[in-house]
C-alpha cells in the first residue's frame, strides 16, 4: 500500500485549489505564502507532476491538479462532517458519575427541571462511590465527598456532609421512653460499625459509646439505611438534605435535634480544561442554584 503524502501538504493543496490563492491560503491556515509554497512543492514532487500554474499574481490548477482537487475537497469535507457530527452529539449527552444517595435521594427529583431548562442535553447517571480518573474515562462532571482540593479539577462546594438520627414513627412508638443520646444505646444502631455513629455520639456528648448487643444491619448506602429506618428495623444515621420528602410525609422521623457532621462536603467537579464548554456550564449553574434554593 502506497503511503499518503503528508496530511498538511495536502491541506495547503486544499486550500489555495478552493481559494485559488496562496496568499488566501496562507491567511486560512495561519501560515505564510512561503509556508503554502513549500508544502504544495512537497506534494508535487510526491505524485510527479505540477499541481498549479504559477502566473503573474494568481495560480491556477493545471490538469493534475484539477483532477485531484474534487477528491481532495470531498475528503475534507467529509472529515469536517464527521467531527461535527461527533462534537455535536457530544454536546447533546451529559455524563454524570454522583455518589449513591445524594443522586437517587437529591439530585434525581430535581433533574426534570434542568431538562425541561436544557431540553437539548440529554443526562446519563452514573452512581459510583469511587474518584473518576475524567482523562481516560468518559464523564463529563462528578459529584463526590472530600475537601475539594483534587489536581486538574474544578471544585464547587454543595453542600456540608452532615447526619442525624432516624426511625419510623412505628418504630419510635415501640421503643420506649428516649430522652437523651445515651438511650439510643438500647436499641437497634443500623450499620453500627460505621464510624459516622462516634462522630454523632461525640457530638451528643458521649465520648465512648457502649452499644447493647443485638442485631447489626450493614449497608453500603444511605439509601438502603433509610429504607431500612422506613420499615421500623432500627435506628439510622441519615443527611437531613437526603430524606426531607420521607420526613415531610412522615415515613421518617428526627429522634433528636443533635446533627454531626464529617470534615468533608459535597462537591462538584469537571476538568478544569473543559470548564467552558457548554453543556458542563449549563448543568453547574443549574446544579449551584438548585442547592441554593434547597438550603
Same mark, same amino acid.
Given at each position: 500500500m502506497s503511503k499518503l503524502p503528508p496530511l498538511t501538504a495536502i491541506r495547503a493543496f486544499e486550500a489555495?485549489?478552493?481559494?485559488?490563492?496562496?496568499?488566501? *491560503?496562507?491567511?486560512? &491556515?495561519g501560515l505564510t505564502q512561503a509556508a503554502i509554497s513549500y508544502q504544495v512543492k512537497q506534494l508535487e514532487d510526491r505524485v510527479g507532476a505540477p499541481l498549479f500554474l504559477r502566473q *503573474?499574481?494568481? +495560480? +491556477?490548477?493545471?490538469?493534475?491538479?484539477?483532477?485531484?482537487?474534487?477528491?481532495?475537497g470531498e475528503a475534507f469535507q467529509r472529515l469536517i462532517l464527521a467531527f461535527d457530527a461527533l462534537k455535536n452529539s457530544d454536546e447533546g449527552v451529559l455524563s454524570v458519575t454522583a455518589v449513591s444517595t445524594f443522586c437517587t435521594n437529591w439530585l434525581v427529583p430535581r433533574l426534570g427541571t434542568f431538562q425541561i431548562a436544557q431540553p437539548t442535553i440529554a443526562v446519563r447517571l452514573d452512581m459510583n462511590a469511587r474518584w473518576v480518573n475524567f482523562a481516560q474515562e468518559n464523564f463529563d462532571v462528578g459529584i463526590r465527598s472530600?475537601?475539594?482540593?483534587?489536581?486538574?479539577? +474544578?471544585?464547587?462546594?454543595?453542600?456540608?456532609?452532615?447526619?442525624?438520627?432516624? *426511625?419510623?414513627?412505628?418504630f419510635l412508638a415501640?421503643?420506649?421512653?428516649?430522652?437523651?443520646? *445515651?438511650? &439510643? &444505646?438500647? &436499641?437497634p444502631l443500623l450499620d453500627w460499625t460505621d464510624d459516622a455513629w462516634r462522630v454523632w455520639f461525640a457530638a451528643a456528648g458521649i465520648k465512648d459509646p457502649q452499644r447493647s448487643s443485638g442485631p447489626n444491619l450493614m449497608a453500603p448506602t444511605q439509601q438502603v439505611l433509610g429504607s431500612a429506618a422506613m420499615t421500623g428495623q432500627g435506628l439510622a444515621l441519615l443527611t437531613p438534605a437526603f430524606f426531607r420528602a420521607e420526613v415531610a410525609a412522615g415515613r421518617l422521623v428526627q429522634v433528636l435535634p443533635i446533627v454531626a457532621r464529617e470534615e468533608t462536603d459535597y462537591w462538584l467537579v469537571y476538568p478544569q480544561e473543559r470548564r467552558n464548554q457548554p453543556k458542563i456550564r449549563a448543568f453547574r449553574d443549574w446544579l449551584l442554584a438548585e442547592v441554593a434554593k434547597a438550603r
Open positions: 489555495a485549489a478552493r481559494l485559488g490563492s496562496f496568499t488566501q *491560503a496562507a491567511a486560512e &491556515l *503573474a499574481r494568481k +495560480v +491556477v490548477l493545471s490538469e493534475a491538479g484539477k483532477r485531484l482537487a474534487p477528491a481532495v472530600g475537601h475539594g482540593q483534587w489536581p486538574g479539577v +474544578v471544585a464547587h462546594k454543595l453542600m456540608p456532609l452532615e447526619f442525624t438520627v432516624y *426511625a419510623s414513627p412505628g415501640q421503643a420506649g421512653r428516649i430522652e437523651g443520646p *445515651a438511650d &439510643l &444505646l438500647r &436499641l
